[in-house]
């Protein structure tokens, strides 16, 4: 049975540290450098000074341990298979037939079709700790409020999820099992920034009987390290799993990356571990000199968003920058505090994906291996075209496969479909193009 590492709960006049040999302070402040911390109104310091301490408790209870480690087993399904991906593999190989090892990491098997449960479950169960009985929280392309609703109906919990009108007209699979399962979906103008948004301000106005569950590594501290916290099971699995395959660790680690549950799940285990290389993917959209994309950690400058600071999407006037991507999931405007200082740090390294290669990925890993890759993990995918040729032989990767991609396979179609008519179109010279026929249509 899986069972978080125990910490010790910090007191309002001492400090709690996680140091590793990557030189990362961790205090009861949540920086992380100069990244973190809790930029909220004196309202919300009590609120969040409780969760904290009621988080901490929580990891030091054996039976909530116990709980959600039987839980994590019987109805999310963990652990998740670490999967050699033989056909992929041999794709990527060299000429030759050198080259490194494919693993996918199966997240995408989870009950609900992605990571996003591992946190949803933990945190709907403290927030029951609490006798919090209202959870709100906000979704981009649906899977972390699919997950929110799935735990909040095993619990008996009432779920309110906010999700942006155009998110909704591209993932109306998720709307419908968000439904069926009892959450109440309420649409918001705009896209996940802005449904974050009204989910702060709801959580707000009912402060002693909701609870605001984040899907992401970011807003104020304790939420970054909470998230980090419930998804560090993907990679103490990896941990276990590369020792029983191989006997040893994996060489690269790879993610893609939005706000960062998905990466730093991957990643945290690994952090002391100086000979892993960890590789974060990020949305290039249209290209990132286009100005549509959501390649925060690529072009992001630092700042203040939802209540801590890391880098963000914004313009030379502080205001915020909408995001852009093919994967819904991964249009956020920020980024967590932790991945903000792996970034300067120089113990991660990110690089940023365009659409058109994430959908050939996606097609990629279809035909190859007969498996849907959310169009998020994808970017994650498509990476390995640039990285395999500079990895030794024998090399051992593991890609997270984040999230499952049926919910994708209409927005892929509708890809294909307009570059079938732009190739008609520039027949005749239309001065269309299939991204302004794209724009269009989502």
Not at 279 to 295: C, I
Not at 372 to 377: I, M, N, S
Request: glycine share 10%.
């Amino acid at each position: 049975m899986f069972k978080f590492s125990k910490q010790k709960t910090p007191s309002s006049s001492a400090s709690c540290s996680l140091s590793y040999k990557s030189n990362i302070s961790y205090s009861s402040s949540g920086k992380f450098g100069e990244f973190g911390g809790k930029f909220v109104p004196e309202l919300l310091m009590t609120c969040l000074d409780d969760l904290e301490h009621e988080f901490y408790k929580a990891l030091n209870d054996v039976k909530f341990q116990e709980e959600l480690g039987t839980s994590l087993t019987d109805y999310v399904g963990r652990e998740t298979p670490l999967y050699y991906a033989e056909r992929l593999t041999k794709h990527h190989k060299g000429k030759d037939g050198c080259g490194p090892e494919i693993y996918l990491k199966r997240e995408d098997l989870n009950h609900g079709g992605a990571h996003k449960i591992n946190n949803a479950l933990g945190q709907a169960m403290l927030a029951k700790r609490m006798g919090r009985m209202s959870i709100v929280t906000a979704t981009g392309a649906g899977q972390h409020g699919v997950a929110t609703a799935a735990v909040c109906a095993k619990l008996g919990l009432s779920c309110i999820v906010f999700m942006g009108n155009l998110d909704i007209q591209r993932q109306p699979s998720n709307v419908r099992l968000m439904k069926l399962l009892g959450a109440q979906v309420k649409s918001v103008d705009g896209n996940y920034k802005d449904a974050s948004s009204e989910a702060v301000r709801e959580w707000v106005s009912n402060l002693e009987t909701s609870y605001h569950l984040p899907g992401s590594v970011i807003g104020p501290h304790p939420c970054p390290t909470m998230v980090r916290e419930f998804q560090s099971v993907i990679g103490k699995e990896v941990r276990k799993q590369a020792m029983e395959k191989w006997g040893g660790k994996p060489d690269v680690l790879v993610a893609c990356v939005g706000g960062g549950s998905n990466a730093m799940g991957l990643f945290h285990e690994f952090i002391q571990d100086e000979d892993v290389k960890l590789v974060g993917v990020e949305a290039a959209g249209y290209g990132l000199e286009s100005g549509r994309h959501s390649a925060t950690l690529s072009k992001g400058i630092v700042g203040v968003y939802h209540g801590t600071m890391s880098y963000l999407l914004q313009d030379d006037e502080g205001q915020i920058i909408g995001p852009y991507s093919i994967g819904v999931g991964l249009e956020c405007p920020g980024v967590g505090p932790e991945l903000s200082y792996l970034k300067d740090n120089g113990r991660a390294k990110f690089h940023a994906i365009t659409d058109e290669e994430a959908l050939h990925a996606y097609k990629r890993l279809c035909r190859l291996e007969g498996i849907f890759p959310a169009l998020e993990a994808s970017h994650a995918l498509a990476f390995l075209e640039k990285l395999c040729p500079t990895l030794p032989d024998g090399s051992k990767v593991v890609v997270s496969c984040s999230g499952r991609g049926d919910k994708d396979a209409a927005t892929v179609q509708k890809f294909d479909n307009l570059h079938a008519i732009t190739a008609l179109m520039a027949k005749s010279n239309s001065s269309n193009t299939s991204k302004d026929l794209f724009d269009s249509e989502v």
